[in-house]
Nanobody, 119 residues
Framework: QVQLVESGGGLVQPGGSLRLSCAAS????????MGWHRQAPGKQRELVAR???????KYADSVKGRFPISRDNAKITVYLQMNSLKPEDTAVYYC?????????????WGQGTQVTVSS
């Protein structure tokens, strides 16, 4: 059983920054792609960023250049650094583990962490 525990969400003003962390269980973390998705009220869950087992990344157009994703295999953790936050970034952010090293549909989800961007 894979467990994913997100942290780092909160309330931030427009233009501010937050760093989300996702601590995963399991010794095979390094073999799998990891990602962050988000869901705003009334909207579908969408991909924010994904990082493969080799470190290749993919981003939603709306966050390119603002939300770098990274992973630390020794700490079994994936991060999402969120910079220049906008009100439209407000959502519940979910960590995801994919079934392969390069992607596919997420196989496991964290419980989510709320990010609210408001003045």
């Amino acid at each position: 059983q894979v467990q994913l525990v997100e942290s780092g969400g909160g309330l931030v003003q427009p233009g501010g920054s937050l760093r989300l962390s996702c601590a995963a269980s399991g010794s095979t973390f390094r073999l799998y792609a990891m990602g962050w998705h988000r869901q705003a009220p009334g909207k579908q869950r969408e991909l924010v960023a994904r990082i493969t087992s080799s470190g290749s990344t993919k981003y939603a157009d709306s966050v390119k250049g603002r939300f770098p994703i990274s992973r630390d295999n020794a700490k079994i953790t994936v991060y999402l650094q969120m910079n220049s936050l906008k009100p439209e970034d407000t959502a519940v952010y979910y960590c995801a583990r994919y079934p392969t090293g390069y992607g596919g549909s997420p196989a496991w989800w964290g419980q989510g962490t709320q990010v609210t961007v408001s003045s």
